[in-house]
């Protein structure tokens, strides 16, 4: 990237291109995870979709490296790559809610606490994910889970269309009708395909919703869990509850002797509100003696809201993700070994219900290809202090080689974490793989879009 170079890009462009040199670099390269610091020649801010393309274009007819930077909640820092060029969508935002089609038109680099403001004003919501820090672009191409799968599906499951800016430059909108295929792949097959600048999602009723957290002392996790692993998946799918291993932050609502303690839980959402879900929780036979109950009616926009400030950016994190169909006894050991062992106060393991709605796609409907999946699990090492990175990179690894064997071979895609294992990207999708390669070869067979989960074009 010599002078005459970054010239003509920036000559091209109507955003500005950042070079190391440049006041607000090292702003701009900086993501969730601290554990990333890659450098790029060049971070492009583009301005609308005709940057993407002039960029896209540029990048591919010089020979140089490009990766697609979104919400930059990665955990392997996808978005930027050392001495390479980075597409920078966070400057498109906007959402319009049409609220008569019950439809949202989501700019490409907008987040999560944008997209549920928007749709929220209008009684109606996006199922999305679980952070409203979170980029809605690589959440929706990864598939999308959270708080409303169970009633309204996946996030791709509500993706109507998408504008798309091609390995060539190119601007297509696919959809079910026009670039099918490409339609096919964008639901689940990540950031391999195309520069997303626009989604047109569906839209469902949420409004007010139960909140509700029930936390145990971590010696009783598997206990939980064995309750867990059969209330929830026979639960109604207006309610979903992800289950954890955690250590209680200290201040509220948390009574001051369970702070600081580690424990076993459920992260509670009901569609229906809160007296719905009091009622579920009283009719479950959940263990006795909970440390901790907790039921409030919250807009659903605070509930995507909750953690942010538990866990904001630029913390230290590892993370590793499996998909399971069911909880086993000796999965549930694994649990109770490792959340009794939590290195740090923000480590933690999640399981986000996959089932409901999102069962009921047809298998081969989407790039998503475990729709046969009950949970998607992510273990997570996390902590603010770099010296312990070594410590809970140990954790993450450790725990999930002990309860991979009880997973069902693949994970969420975008929860595939550094230094993976290198079927790890095959083991996601399964038998869609070779039709994934296929689109590759079709759409991008240089493999312009390699930073990401890479799917190689079809030879």
């Not at 930077?69 to 980075?86: M, N, R, Y």
């Not at 955690?246 to 992260?267: C, D, M, Q, S, Y």
Request: hydrophobic fraction near 40%; charged fraction near 20%.
């Amino acid at each position: 990237m010599d002078g005459p170079t970054l010239e003509a890009m920036g000559a091209a462009l109507r955003g500005p291109v950042l070079t190391p040199d440049d006041p607000g670099y090292d702003q701009a390269r900086s993501v969730y995870n601290a554990m990333v610091d890659k450098r790029p020649a060049a971070l492009v801010r583009c301005a609308d979709a005709a940057d993407v393309m002039a960029a896209v274009d540029f990048v591919r007819s010089n020979g140089l490296d490009l990766a697609v930077l979104g919400g930059g909640h990665s955990a392997a820092g996808l978005g930027l790559l050392d001495d390479g060029v980075t597409i920078d969508l966070s400057p498109l935002r906007g959402v319009r809610v049409d609220p008569a089609a019950r439809t949202a038109q989501v700019a490409g680099g907008c987040t999560l606490r944008e997209v549920d403001h928007a749709t929220h004003a209008f009684g109606l919501g996006v199922p999305t994910g679980v952070m409203s820090t979170t980029g809605i672009g690589g959440l929706a191409l990864g598939g999308g889970h959270g708080h409303l799968t169970r009633r309204y599906g996946l996030t791709v499951d509500s993706l109507l269309s998408a504008d798309v800016v091609l390995a060539d430059g190119s601007f297509v909108t696919a959809d079910e009708e026009h670039d099918s295929d490409l339609f096919w792949a964008l639901r689940g097959g990540g950031g391999n395909f195309g520069v997303v600048t626009s989604f047109t999602f569906r839209l469902h009723p949420v409004d007010t919703v139960g909140v509700g957290l029930t936390l145990w002392p971590v010696e009783r996790t598997r206990e939980v869990l064995q309750w867990y692993r059969n209330a929830l998946p026979q639960a109604p799918e207006e309610a979903s509850g992800f289950f954890a291993v955690l250590t209680v932050p200290p201040g509220p609502p948390f009574p001051g002797e369970i702070h600081l303690t580690k424990a076993a839980g459920v992260v509670w959402c009901h569609t229906e509100g809160a007296e719905a879900l009091d009622s579920l929780l009283d009719a479950s036979g959940m263990p006795a003696d909970p440390s901790f109950r907790f039921v409030a009616p919250m807009p659903y926009p605070m509930l995507q809201g909750m953690f942010d400030e538990l866990i904001p950016r630029g913390l230290q994190w590892y993370w590793r993700g499996d998909f399971f169909d069911r909880i086993s006894d000796e999965a549930a050991e694994v649990h109770a070994r490792f959340g009794a062992a939590m290195p740090t106060m923000l480590s933690t393991m999640h399981l986000y219900p996959v089932d409901g709605a999102a069962h009921r796609v047809a298998p081969d409907a989407t790039a998503w290809s475990y729709r046969d999946a009950v949970w998607s699990g992510i273990i997570g090492g996390v902590d603010p202090d770099q010296a312990n990175a070594a410590a809970i990179k140990k954790w993450c690894v450790d725990y999930w080689q002990e309860l991979h064997p009880h997973s069902m071979g693949g994970s969420y895609v975008n929860f595939i974490g550094q230094e993976e294992p290198a079927d790890r990207v095959r083991a996601t999708y399964r038998g869609h793989y070779a039709r994934l390669a296929e689109v590759k070869r079709r759409y991008d067979p240089d493999n312009v879009f390699h930073a990401n989960q890479n799917i190689e074009p079809a030879s």
